[in-house]
């Protein structure tokens, strides 16, 4: 997944919607851990901003 923190408002939306907990804040931005994240685009569909996309074809096919 790719972050746009240019318009990420660090609401954490995507941290309560991730079903495998694959995603956690750090001070400065946002964290995936790709071993956890099933590519599921839970997170980028919640996300109020659209601040998330997903970056691979196949996150794209899940997505939509």
């Known amino acids: ?21 694959a995603i956690m804040m750090d001070i400065e931005s946002l964290v995936f851990d790709e071993e956890l994240c099933t590519e599921c685009g839970i997170c980028v569909i919640s996300c109020p901003v659209g601040a998330l996309t997903a970056e691979s074809k196949q996150d794209m096919k899940r997505v939509t």
């Open 1 to 21: 997944m790719k972050v746009n923190f240019d318009i990420c408002d660090r609401c954490a939306t995507c941290i309560a919607v991730c079903p495998v907990s």
